[in-house]
């Protein structure tokens, strides 16, 4: 069994914290590029942030950028985000992903290979 399974979310008032983390079950991360994306209800999954295989690279959504951070650590094969300063906007449910490249990138979901049945992160204002 492949799988990825995100943990760590749920409900938070503004301006609070959540650290999600994803793990790897069946296979090992540290070939894989990793993405965080995210889908409000009624609108696009979208992505939020992703790291390169070694960590030595990352990119963020602008409207993230700040108050987000992706780290990784292979040796658990997990990839957490940490997220900071929450806001109502941010409320869906959280999605990793995997990517069997060295760098990563946010401009298509079907760069990636394995997803995780995600986390829903609510953020009361």
């Known amino acids: 069994q492949l799988q990825l399974v995100e943990s760590g979310g749920g409900l938070v008032q503004s301006g609070g914290s959540l650290r999600l983390s994803c793990a790897a079950h069946g296979f090992t991360l540290n070939n894989y590029a990793i993405g965080w994306f995210r889908q409000a209800p009624g609108k696009e999954r979208e992505g939020v942030s992703c790291i390169g295989s070694n960590g030595g690279s990352t990119v963020y959504k602008d409207s993230v950028k700040g108050r987000f951070t992706i780290s990784r650590d292979n040796a658990k094969n997990t990839v957490y985000l940490q997220m900071n300063s929450l806001k109502p906007e941010d409320t869906a449910i959280y999605y990793c992903?995997?990517?069997?490249?060295?760098?990563?990138?946010?401009?298509?979901?079907?760069?990636?290979?394995?997803w995780g049945q995600g986390t829903q992160v609510t953020v009361s204002s």
């Open positions: 992903a995997a990517d069997f490249s060295h760098f990563c990138g946010l401009g298509s979901l079907f760069d990636y290979n394995y």
